[in-house]
């Protein structure tokens, strides 16, 4: 028994040793394993585990993503769409539909301000070279009522057409030459300020085009609020304050210039009028029954005083000789 038990531990010993290694070879391996795992897990649960706890609105706590940390791809997307933009694209991109509205109203606004600088020049609304010949040959009496009408038409323009509404009343009274006159001025009154009312309408509504983008704005921010769990961050308002600050600043970047240059043009309209109000004056002087009166008067005394001085030069010389 003894030698047999002991020829069984001979058997057994080498068999110990030559499988100790390699056990000992995997538990190595399985240690190095688990190390690598314990040291690889902390970086990636950085990212995908939450790190910080904060509190709801309702009073609960939450954990939330370390602020430390790397940000995935979605929440940083959505943090740069929240933030103010500055370049065209971004301000197209943030603006939307509400860019359309603003865009018409400065083309309406810039057409039609460079239609009535066109239209209202001073040469093309008061000729000089026109009223001033047409007033010296009325002087110089050598129009007549057909002949002035004549004129007035070959030469169209807005102080012509007044003109042309006096002469028709050749010799009448001055108060009906003066009436006509006023008839046909606010007819071209009206025409020199048409137009100008589509400005002024253009820098009245821009401003509530963008106050009503601010209101909405100001609607869809404090929405993300209501619909978001992180109360009280500023960032959660960006979206909404970018909408009503751009809307904003759109609309007051079309009603400033359309309000000046409304301002500008019904100026110059006004100087206009009042410079065609002084010359047809002038015509209502040289045209009516009392001007012609008063001309034809002039003309004979003045016609008659050179043949009293040559009556008088002869008896001088006579009376000296």
């Not at 210039?257 to 410079?275: F, N, R």
Request: aromatic share 4%; with cysteine; net charge positive.
């Amino acid at each position: 028994m003894i030698n047999l038990r002991h020829s069984q531990q001979d058997f057994s010993t080498p068999d110990a040793k030559v499988q100790s290694p390699s056990r000992r070879l995997l538990s190595l391996t399985m240690t190095l394993l688990f190390a690598s795992l314990l040291i690889l897990q902390p970086a990636s649960a950085q990212e995908r585990l939450p790190k910080v706890v904060e509190e709801r609105g309702d009073g609960q706590l939450v954990e939330a993503a370390d602020p430390n940390g790397p940000l995935p791809k979605s929440v940083a997307a959505v943090n740069k769409r929240r933030s103010i933009p500055s370049t065209p694209e971004d301000i197209i991109e943030e603006m939307g539909y509400f860019l359309l509205p603003f865009v018409i109203a400065s083309i309406i606004s810039m057409w039609f301000i460079i239609e009535r600088l066109v239209i209202l020049r001073s040469g093309r609304v008061i000729p000089r070279h026109f009223v001033s010949r047409f007033l010296k040959l009325l002087r110089d009496g050598k129009l007549n009522a057909r002949s002035a009408l004549k004129l007035c038409e070959e030469n169209p323009s807005p102080i012509a057409s007044v003109f042309a509404h006096g002469v028709r009343k050749w010799g009448k009274p001055s108060v009906e030459v003066e009436q006509a006159i006023i008839d046909g001025g606010e007819r071209q009154l009206s025409q020199l300020r048409k137009h100008l009312r589509v400005i002024n309408g253009v820098a009245t509504v821009a401003p509530l085009m963008g106050l009503l983008g601010t209101v909405i704005g100001m609607i869809l921010a404090f929405n993300d609020i209501a619909n978001s769990s992180a109360m009280g961050k500023a960032e959660e308002l960006a979206g909404g304050i970018a909408l009503a600050l751009l809307t904003t600043a759109f609309g007051l970047g079309i009603a400033i210039p359309s309000l000046i240059m409304y301002m500008y043009l019904a100026g110059k309209v006004d100087g206009l009028v009042m410079e065609m109000d002084q010359n047809a004056q002038d015509l209502v002087h040289l045209i009516s029954a009392e001007g012609l009166a008063a001309s034809a008067a002039s003309r004979k005394s003045a016609s008659s005083a050179p043949v009293t001085k040559t009556k008088a030069k002869p008896d001088k010389t006579a009376s000296k000789s």
